[in-house]
């Protein structure tokens, strides 16, 4: 029997990442609890961590490369056949369509950024550009408006709502979405205080509204009348900071302009909130003196995506919590996983069937099944999917079942036989979170921010590879790098007992400058030289050493606050050395308030309040009416509740409640349709149908129901499990401007399992 051992390392659930201290057996997770060595998330940690064993030993996992069959069957091949043939598949697709006819998916989970790294050299590779991932159906609304506001997609905010006295939910629920600094135990401190207030807009009386002081239950898809009517209230009433305007942002008129137009009692009736209530929380938030905005999915996947961004970006803009404790705030990445693409750029690679341009250097996953499918020689005929299960999560499932049936080449990189990697030419399998070198780009705190590289906790499962060794023997199979770089290994090798690399640095720089094709390929050529000298066989972890440097020039000061030392020349190499070294994480930089306004990229260092395009969709709300149609309810797709995750647990066994993912209805409704919990319906959209449980629950508004994610995946060949929800939405049922889908606004229609038709 194997001894047990204790070891740390990050839960990868969500976008916190939180500190875990792990007692392991053999291959085993046996017990988890909070990392207390961990400098952010200090032991805190949510039930969700507590059955990463259903993860790391799920009966779904690869352990070999696949390769699809003419009957459809898969036949395990050697990762050396797996590879030549997709390298010499993929360059004949580059060499006769050109690069455009290769899109890279996914790439990151939450929290497996390291690789990223290294898939994103494939699309250099391709001479691709084409990379689709799911912050393009979540978050890009709002890159796209800190584009415009603060001068570039790379700009992005946080909220220091663990400070503030006002804080407002809009379209989030952090009890069990977390998304804010150890969720749970904030929320109970701010509601415990007499001095500081808590406000939720949200159409469902979640777990975060029954904390709150105020709930403001609004009609689903009106955050836009509820928003612009409460800063319609903040300027009417003088309760805008002038000074803050003055100093620190341009077009404030013309923004004043279009909000003194706002019928302010109409909108309130629009939403379906009380005008009393919606005039106290527009005061109290303006008058408090720190108060910030928290938003996510439920107003970044409605009606008005990216006008709801830019108006609760307004909120704390106008009011000047902005740049201080308590309020919203920019803050610093050490992974660069954003970029700066703006649509008036004429250079900007526009898609072949929808001319849609990237944002923040992501295209949307709701146009690509047309890109696919159109018929045009510039179609997209060869996708690589990794860590991502877009034929579950993406909208319109339909659409993706076919077009993927219609790739020439389709691969998907993953742990476990996902329902993507069922449809693909070639599977191959990656080694689990847990089985290799790993780190999170979600380090988005200010001022003190941090990041936890992750060590191995076991040996990667045989059969499988991490992903820098994927991708780098991919690129050497296609050509694209030599199998060695002889000059650069022995320089790294006599460097690494200094752990400082000058005469490294400067020969991969005149390597690079030798040949421009190598210049993208960087992480794995510092992964075969570099990546050889570094202990533990960290190799993976070698392109963090440039990017540390990086940071460590451009916010020097704020490392050093940090506790790292050194000089211009040393610190970088020094932050990488802590980085290798914390096994729990270590704090990266501790800026001050002030450092803020070098983060604005804008030339002049003002804030652009005024966005033309926003200004003109804000100016067209009165006339609006909600779409009518003749699906009466309005589905809120997507809902976080106890026992789902992102598609990470595939095994339906980690869930201990809620194991068909029922369908909440408001009990009229329920009445009014003869269902009771437990009940079978049949649940229809304009896109297709699914067959769903009842749970009837009075938290959700009468006329509105919801379904959560993180279900409708297959385990062990068997049926999909709970709600297949993408087989409701629709690809062109999305924001018109970022293309993000209104998941949490589809019209379905609702009846008894036994009274429908048995359609599928
Ligand atoms: S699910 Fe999120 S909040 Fe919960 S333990 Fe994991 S990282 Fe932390």
């Not at 006769?96 to 939450?110: K, M, N, P, T």
Request: hydrophobic share 40%.
């Amino acid at each position: 029997m194997s001894s047990t051992r204790t070891d740390t390392t990050a839960c990868i659930l969500c976008s916190r990442n939180c500190g875990l201290s792990v007692e392991l057996e053999g291959s085993h997770l046996k017990k988890i609890r909070g990392d207390k060595s961990h400098p952010l998330t200090q032991g805190y940690i949510c039930q969700k961590a507590a059955r990463l064993e259903h993860y790391q030993n799920q009966d779904d996992r690869l352990t070999s490369p696949l390769q699809r069959q003419p009957d459809g069957s898969f036949k395990p091949v050697s990762w050396d056949e797996a590879l030549e043939d997709i390298a010499g598949r993929l360059l004949a697709i580059r060499n006769h369509h050109g690069g455009d006819a290769f899109a890279f998916l996914g790439g990151g989970g939450q929290g497996n950024h390291l690789g990223g790294a290294y898939s994103r050299q494939l699309l250099a590779a391709m001479n691709s550009r084409f990379s689709y991932n799911s912050l393009g159906q979540e978050k890009t609304g709002d890159f796209w408006v800190n584009g415009r506001l603060f001068g570039s997609q790379r700009c992005h905010t946080t909220e220091d709502v663990e400070h503030a006295d006002f804080v407002l939910f809009i379209g989030t629920n952090p009890f069990q979405a977390h998304g804010i600094p150890n969720a749970r135990d904030t929320l109970k401190h701010i509601q415990k205080d007499p001095n500081r207030t808590m406000v939720v807009v949200d159409p469902r009386r979640s777990e975060t509204a029954r904390l709150a002081d105020i709930h403001l239950q609004l009609r689903p898809g009106t955050d836009s009348y509820l928003l612009s009517a409460m800063l319609a209230i903040i300027v009417r009433e003088g309760l805008h900071d002038r000074d803050f305007l003055a100093r620190r942002c341009l077009g404030f008129e013309e923004v004043e302009q279009a909000l003194l137009t706002i019928p302010v009692a109409d909108y309130a009736r629009r939403a379906d909130v009380p005008l009393d209530q919606l005039e106290k929380v527009a005061r109290d938030f303006a008058s408090a003196k720190t108060a910030c905005v928290r938003i996510d999915l439920g107003i970044q996947q409605t009606l008005h995506t990216t006008l709801n961004g830019y108006l609760e970006k307004l909120l704390y803009l106008l009011t000047g919590n902005f740049g201080v404790r308590g309020g919203n705030n920019l803050h610093t990445m050490l992974l660069p996983i954003l970029g700066d693409t703006d649509e008036r750029n004429p250079k900007l690679k526009r898609t072949a069937h929808h001319g849609m341009f990237p944002i923040a250097g992501i295209y949307p996953p709701n146009i690509l099944p047309d890109e696919i499918l159109h018929n045009g020689e510039d179609r997209v005929r060869a996708v690589f999917v990794d860590s991502a299960n877009p034929l579950v999560t993406w909208a319109d499932t339909a659409a993706y079942e076919k077009a993927f049936a219609a790739l020439e080449l389709s691969v998907v990189v993953d742990v476990a036989m996902t329902e993507t990697a069922r449809a693909a030419h070639y599977v191959l399998p990656a080694s689990s979170q847990f089985e290799k070198w790993e780190a999170t780009g979600f380090n988005l705190e200010f001022p003190v921010n941090g990041f936890h590289l992750r060590h191995p906790l076991f040996p990667a499962r045989a059969g499988t590879l991490p992903e820098p060794e994927i991708y780098t023997r991919l690129l050497e199979k296609m050509g694209e790098l030599p199998p060695a770089f002889p000059k650069l290994e022995r320089i790294a090798r006599l460097e690494s007992g200094r752990g400082l690399y000058p005469a490294y640095l400067a020969a991969l720089g005149v390597t690079l400058a030798s040949n421009r094709r190598w210049r993208p390929l960087a992480a794995s050529i510092v992964y075969r030289t570099l990546g050889k000298s570094l202990p533990d066989k960290a190799a993976a972890t070698a392109p963090l050493l440039p990017l540390a440097m990086v940071y460590a020039q451009k916010h020097y000061a704020a490392v050093k606050r940090a506790g790292h030392r050194g000089n211009r020349l040393t610190l970088g190499a020094n932050l990488f050395r802590a980085i290798l070294n914390g096994r729990s994480g270590v704090l990266l930089s501790e800026h001050q308030f002030s450092d803020l306004w070098s983060f604005i990229a804008h030339e002049d260092g003002f804030i652009h309040l005024a966005i033309p395009e926003m200004l003109a969709e804000l100016r067209q709300l009165e006339a609006e009416t909600l779409p009518g149609s003749d699906h009466p309810f309005i589905l809120m797709a997507g809902e976080r509740r106890s026992y789902n995750a992102n598609q990470i647990y595939r095994d339906p066994a980690w869930r201990k409640v809620d194991p068909h993912g029922a369908m909440r209805m408001h009990p009229n409704d329920a009445e009014a349709l003869a269902l009771t919990t437990g009940d079978q319906a049949r649940c229809r959209s304009a896109w297709g149908s699914i067959e769903v449980v009842i749970e009837v629950d009075d938290s959700v508004r009468t006329g509105m129901v919801t379904l959560p994610h993180g279900y409708g995946m297959r385990f062990r060949d068997s049926a999909p499990i709970g709600p297949e929800l993408n087989r409701l939405t629709g690809s062109d049922h999305c924001d018109p401007l970022s293309r993000t889908p209104f998941h949490k606004y589809v019209p379905v229609q609702i009846e008894k399992a036994d009274s429908a038709t048995g359609e599928q």
